[in-house]
């Protein structure tokens, strides 16, 4: 199975992902993860990239392209992958197929997990978090016993400025805008598949192994 998440943030991607590596036992490919590697392996692509970076630049398509094609070469991606993260427009889906089609290795599923906008709202703007143990918590889901006070540690709860609600609205903003064309893409295709992603986590789960059983 070769197959590449879909989901605005805070649909549950991540913690979809980790659960399909154990069922599956297939690799999560993250651009984030290959590129700081790279980086420090001080690959050529990684010594590009490092180029971009220290200059504050994005770094380009085509050093990520190249960083997903070495990755995706590696022996454990034999029986699949699971893509998290990128392609994160249609222009790089339309560099990965082709690619991909080179490697004659093309997507099999391209899964979208959905969730309504306000409850994305909820689960970002909600999220506290202690400022001793880290332990997260929802205002609106996962309410700590005592008001603002951590139950495991009892340190104080705080709001992380990239959860403010001003940050997530341009956050999934800027998803619609980008990322969710993908979803026209990979219908166009033929392979995309969707679940809607309220429930709780093994709710889901079942939900995405329903669907990725049917292939």
């Known amino acids: ?19 399909l590596i154990e069922k599956y036992r297939i690799p999560q490919i993250s651009t984030g ?10 690959t050529p692509l990684g010594k590009e990239a490092k180029s971009y970076m220290d200059k504050g630049e994005l770094v380009p398509d085509s050093v990520v392209i190249g960083l997903v094609k070495e990755r995706l070469a590696k022996d454990d991606c034999k ?49 506290r978090t202690c400022r001793g143990c880290q332990q997260m918590y929802n205002v609106y889901f996962s309410t700590p016993k005592k008001d603002g006070i951590c139950d495991k540690c009892g340190g104080e709860l705080f709001q992380r400025d990239d959860d403010k609600e001003a940050t997530i609205k341009n956050r ?35 939900k995405v192994c329903a669907v990725l059983d049917k292939k």
């Open 79 to 127: 029986e699949g992958f699971i893509l998290d993260g990128f392609p994160r427009n249609t222009s790089q889906a339309q560099t990965l197929d082709g690619v991909l089609a080179m490697m004659n290795t093309p997507l099999t599923v391209a899964l979208s997990v959905d969730v309504d906008k306000d409850d994305l709202m909820k689960r970002l703007t909600g999220r």
């Open 172 to 206: 999934l903003d800027v998803y619609e805008k980008s990322t969710a064309p993908l979803i026209d893409h990979y219908k166009k295709k033929g392979i995309l598949k969707s679940v809607m992603g309220v429930g709780s986590i093994d709710e889901i789960f079942n």
């Open 1 to 19: 199975m070769r197959l590449v998440l879909l989901g605005a943030p805070g649909a549950g991607k991540g913690t979809q992902a980790k659960k």
């Open 33 to 42: 993860d290959i590129l700081r590697k790279a980086v420090t392996d001080r």
